[in-house]
């Protein structure tokens, strides 16, 4: 917590505290949204929030951690941002190697198991390496589920499951009859995991910009003018706080 006064640690460790640990959001999913606009708040260039932006994922994916939280689920790159400029695409996939590069050791010890969400085949081999040598490297590992969207996007993720399952129908594996809603979510990237209960987004934006449009549909929605780079530990107790002060229904009454 470099740089926080000891009042401001203090602070941070109230918030934590007030967390009720027996009623924790299983799964989290983040869409991390802002570095642009904080870097250009500062006069810097757009790469520099994203730099900024991989200090708060290590801190974030560290608390959760602490916590207790299973999975978290963080929007790193869809589909669509691709349509970014050269140079801020492969700052993009350099700071992704980076944080492998630097972080890989800490998280495996921390028990932390990667998965990616999305086609990694579309990803430039770099990036596509240390992704596949992240994956093996921490498959056995139990604490916390840590899944980054990459290259994801919702739409794709259902197109591409209802062709696996055509696929899959049409060579007998599994007959039309049988496909429900368990069946189908076994095809989605996220696999046997629990849909979030809590989706955060960043930086004023209240869109879901093709984000988990299956798995979302009975998760809370937490929407911070927070960007994404000053979004730190006790922004995150916040938002659980607000979650667990939240009524869930599920169409119940
Ligand atoms: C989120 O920040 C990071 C990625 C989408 C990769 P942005 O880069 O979208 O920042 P803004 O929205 O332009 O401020
Ligand atoms: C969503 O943010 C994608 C990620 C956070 C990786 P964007 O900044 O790309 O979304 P829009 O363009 O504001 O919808
Ligand atoms: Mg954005």
């Not at 941070?12 to 799964?27: A, Q, S, T």
């Not at 006069?43 to 200090?55: D, S």
């Not at 579309?122 to 980054?148: F, G």
């Not at 960043?202 to 780079?229: C, H, K, M």
Request: net charge positive; hydrophobic share 35%; aromatic share 10%.
């Amino acid at each position: 917590m470099f740089g926080n006064t000891r009042e401001e640690i203090l602070e941070i460790e109230k918030l934590k505290n007030l967390v009720d640990k027996n009623k924790l959001p299983r799964h989290i999913a983040i869409i991390m949204d802002g570095n642009g606009r904080w870097a250009k708040k500062r006069f810097l260039p757009r790469t520099a929030g994203h730099k900024e932006g991989v200090e708060r994922v290590k801190e974030i994916v560290k608390a959760c951690g602490n916590l207790g939280i299973e999975y978290l689920t963080l929007y790193a790159f869809s589909t669509e941002n691709w349509a970014r400029p050269k140079d801020e695409v492969d700052t993009l996939m350099k700071l992704l190697v980076e944080y492998l590069r630097k972080e890989l050791d800490t998280l495996h010890r921390n028990n932390v198991k990667i998965k990616v969400l999305g086609n990694i085949e579309r990803l430039p081999d770099l990036p596509k390496s240390e992704i596949v040598r992240a994956i093996e490297k921490t498959k056995n590992n139990k604490k916390l589920i840590l899944n980054i969207a990459l290259n994801y996007g919702s739409r794709d993720e259902i197109i591409e499951a209802v062709k696996n399952i055509v696929h899959d129908v049409k060579y007998n594996k599994i007959d039309v009859e049988e496909i429900n809603k368990e069946i189908f979510k076994k095809y989605l990237y996220t696999g046997d995991q629990p849909d979030p209960d809590l989706l955060i987004r960043t930086s004023g934006e209240q869109r879901v910009s093709n984000f988990l449009l299956y798995q979302i549909a009975y998760s809370e929605f937490y929407f911070t003018d927070t960007l994404w780079p000053d979004f730190k530990e006790e922004h995150l107790y916040k938002a659980i706080l607000e979650y667990q002060k939240r009524e869930r229904r599920f169409g119940k009454i």
